[in-house]
């Protein structure tokens, strides 16, 4: 059963860095396109950066200079490097992402990973 798996969340201070991780269960499968969310305690999921089919990555405006997303299809991993770190960054983030079988994107399906925490301490 395919899923994906994130990891990389922790304790920080705030100016500090982390980068999340975010990998296919198996080799077989690329990324067509994938976003990251958060979701903060008694909020909404919000989308944080995004990557479309063609590979142009859109961010919040709250991340944008800080956060940068991208996709290692060699290791079939998206990764969210988060840096300068703020309080206000802390939430769940999880990795949403469509998926392609041996290359053939006809047959992507969407799946989301487990959620990783990110807490930023002042």
């Known amino acids: 059963q395919v899923h994906l798996v994130e990891s990389g969340g922790g304790l920080v201070q705030a100016g500090g860095s982390l980068r999340l991780s975010c990998a296919a269960s198996?080799?077989?499968?690329?990324?067509?396109?994938m976003g990251w969310y958060r979701q903060a305690p008694g909020k909404e999921r919000d989308l944080v950066a995004g990557?479309?089919?063609?590979?142009?990555?859109t961010y919040a405006d709250s991340v944008k200079g800080r956060f940068t997303a991208s996709i290692d299809n060699d290791n079939n991993t998206a990764y969210l490097q988060m840096n300068s770190l703020k309080p206000e960054d802390t939430a769940v983030y999880y990795c949403t992402a469509e998926l392609c079988p041996y290359g053939n994107c006809l047959e992507a399906r969407n799946y989301w990973g487990q959620g990783t925490q990110v807490t930023v301490s002042s």
């Open positions: 198996k080799s077989i499968f690329t990324f067509a396109a």
């Open positions: 990557i479309n089919s063609a590979h142009t990555t």
